[in-house]
């Protein structure tokens, strides 16, 4: 039922068999994996709310006869579902969004709904709520848009390159605002290029390590967008749920606050090629294609302020995580 491989740290001290846990999204990847670590720590409640529209009930399929877990199938653009979604909940966790830039690029309206008008009505069903002790949210490095500042530091953000982006700056305003008028506490958590066990590689906007270790299992080549110097902060999945766990924790945190989950390391499409061929033993080249709308050509975040408020630590770095997933793809054969 668990990864033995991951969760091996536990990220919090409290006993977590006295709260009940929302996470929305948990059908997805990062949720699912948010799920796994507070289903393994014994959580006294795990409430997931999906409408599978982009998640995979095989990534909770396993959790399904557990007495403490709950699969709630809704959309979060439904008032009333978020509201039953919240009732008796202490912590969120709200992970359900439309990713990918280039499917806001294809259809900005529906990424605005789910991203924007779904956010807010969780926002405001948790800020009604009597119980609600704190609200994570999955906010984006897509947020620091146009701006060339290496590495990207909060408070230094560009102009949004994509609709996808903009909803997440928006996620951040909201939050911003319902802590001043209603003192609703939140942590918003930029990502950056999350990777990992149960992210889809079969997708039509899955993104590059899954699309990659997809291509080197087939024997494929893989396809690139622009000259391959393109780099990300490629950070394994665990570090996003280790920033997740802290941040609903942690004491002595202003009532909202946005901060990078990443690793604070630069990695370029040729070289995770380069590495996939060293850690598979073969020698597979890329397929060069125009650049694509809307990405940002480097990214690469300060960790800082996550690693000040939260104690947080990259307990995979990239190789590692690479090994990892690469050997998960293969063993699920998914
Ligand atoms: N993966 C990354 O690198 C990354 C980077 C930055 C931000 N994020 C953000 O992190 C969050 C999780 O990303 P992920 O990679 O796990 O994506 P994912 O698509 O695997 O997970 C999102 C989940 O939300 C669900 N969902 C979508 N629309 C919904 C709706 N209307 N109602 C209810 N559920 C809905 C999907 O079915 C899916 O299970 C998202 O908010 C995403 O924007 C991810």
């Known amino acids: 039922m668990y990864n033995n491989n991951l969760y091996n740290t536990p990220y919090h001290t409290e006993d977590l068999s006295k709260y ?26 795990v409430r997931v709310l999906d409408n599978l529209s982009n998640g995979y009930i095989e990534n909770i399929q396993d959790f399904m006869a557990l007495p403490n877990f709950e699969f709630m199938e809704g959309d979060i653009r439904n008032v009333e579902t ?21 499917r806001s690029i294809s259809d900005p309206i529906t990424s605005n709904e789910v991203n924007i008008d779904g956010f807010l009505n ?21 947020t620091y848009g146009d701006s060339k500042v290496l590495p990207k530091v909060e408070g230094n953000e560009g102009k949004p390159l994509s609709p996808y982006a903009v909803t997440k700056l928006v996620n951040e305003l909201y939050a911003d605002v319902f802590s001043q008028v209603y003192g609703t506490h939140t942590i918003g958590l930029r990502y950056f290029n999350i990777f990992g066990p149960k992210q889809n ?72 090629i380069k590495m996939l061929n060293v850690i598979c033993d073969k020698n597979i080249t890329a397929n060069y294609l125009p650049e694509r709308l809307g990405d940002v050509k480097h990214s690469k975040a300060d960790i800082t302020k996550i690693k000040s408020l939260l104690k947080y630590e990259p307990e995979f770095y990239f190789q590692r995580g690479l090994e990892e997933v690469l050997n998960w793809y293969l063993k699920e054969n998914r």
């Open 82 to 102: 978020c509201k039953k979604a919240l009732n008796g909940i202490d912590f969120v966790t709200h992970q359900a969004a439309l990713g990918s830039v280039p």
């Open 122 to 142: 969780i926002l405001n069903s948790v800020k009604e709520s009597k119980n609600i002790k704190r609200m994570v949210y999955a906010a984006s490095s897509s």
């Open 201 to 272: 590689p079969n997708n039509p906007y899955a993104a590059v390590i899954p699309i990659f270790c997809d291509a080197f299992l087939k024997n494929q080549q893989p396809n690139i967008n622009g000259d391959g110097e393109t780099s990300r902060d490629f950070t394994f999945v665990e570090n996003a749920v280790q920033a997740n766990i802290r941040a609903l924790f942690y004491d002595d945190l202003q009532k909202h606050e946005v901060m990078n989950v990443a690793c604070g390391d630069q990695v370029t499409l040729n070289s995770l």
């Open 20 to 45: 009940k846990f929302l996470v929305t999204g948990g059908a997805g990847f990062i949720g699912s994996n948010i799920v796994e670590y507070l289903l393994r720590y014994n959580a006294g409640h």
